[in-house]
Nanobody, 125 residues
Framework: QVQLVESGGGLVQSGGSLRLSCAAS????????MGWFRQTPGKEREFVSA????????YYADSVKGRFTLSKDNAKNTMYLQMNSLKPEDTGVYYC??????????????????WGQGTQVTVSS
């Protein structure tokens, strides 16, 4: 059974940094796409970043390009999201997701079957 566990959220001032982790277990993730999404109350889950487990290239939402960096440690089955220059609008619950979506659907939350429980990120102004 696939299990995704996020950690690293917290409260930070605007301009600060946080690093989120997503520990994956339950199967071999070769060929899977791992993604980060975020959600605020009353809004749909929003794409942040994604990477294919077997590659090194990552995709980013325009709103986080240049500030967020996604990386992974295949040996530890763990994905990281380094978030720098945080803004109040980055506030939300951040979720880790995994599945094998078609390339053109990587940014759609509905393309992923496996989700973590989420970790809260709050950026104060």
């Amino acid at each position: 059974q696939v299990q995704l566990v996020e950690s690293g959220g917290g409260l930070v001032q605007s301009g600060g940094s946080l690093r989120l982790s997503c520990a994956a277990s339950g199967r071999t993730f070769t060929g899977y796409t791992m993604g980060w999404f975020r959600q605020t109350p009353g809004k749909e889950r929003e794409f942040v970043s994604a990477i294919t487990w077997s590659s090194t290239g990552a995709y980013y939402a325009d709103s986080v390009k240049g500030r967020f960096t996604l990386s992974k440690d295949n040996a530890k089955n763990t994905m990281y999201l380094q978030m720098n220059s945080l803004k109040p609008e980055d506030t939300g619950v951040y979720y880790c997701a995994a599945d094998v979506p078609p390339f053109s659907y990587v940014q759609l939350a509905g393309s992923y079957d496996y989700w973590g429980q989420g970790t809260q990120v709050t950026v104060s102004s």
